[in-house]
């Protein structure tokens, strides 16, 4: 059974930083991408950044130049550094590995910037 489990969220103010974790487990972690979502209120939940097995990133415009997604194979935790956060960022984040037809997802971690 696969689980993923989201931390690192909080209350910043606008222009700081946070780093969120994603640990996962039931899965042969380095096989597969994995990516960040977020869902504001009232929204539906997008696509924030990924990274293929091997590192490599994408990211949404959104977040280009300001989010850095990276991940540790050993540790089986995929990360993401967010910098010069804005109020618009403000969501409920989570993670989940790229695979066709997965469609689980952790609890998230609340990412809250006041102005």
């Known amino acids: 059974q696969v689980q993923l489990v989201e931390s690192g969220g909080g209350l910043v103010q606008a222009g700081g930083s946070l780093t969120l974790s994603c640990a996962a487990s039931?899965?042969?972690?380095?096989?597969?991408?994995m990516g960040w979502y977020r869902q504001a209120p009232g929204n539906k939940r997008d696509m924030v950044a990924t990274?293929?097995?091997?590192?490599?990133?994408n990211y949404a415009d959104a977040v280009k130049g300001r989010f850095t997604i990276s991940r540790d194979n050993a540790r089986n935790t995929v990360y993401l550094q967010m910098n010069s956060l804005e109020q618009d960022d403000t969501a409920v984040y989570y993670c989940?590995?790229?695979?066709?037809?997965?469609?689980?997802w952790g609890q998230g971690t609340r990412v809250t910037v006041s102005s």
């Open positions: 989940k590995p790229l695979i066709a037809g997965f469609n689980s």
């Open positions: 039931g899965i042969i972690f380095n096989v597969y991408a």
């Open positions: 990274t293929s097995r091997l590192g490599t990133p």
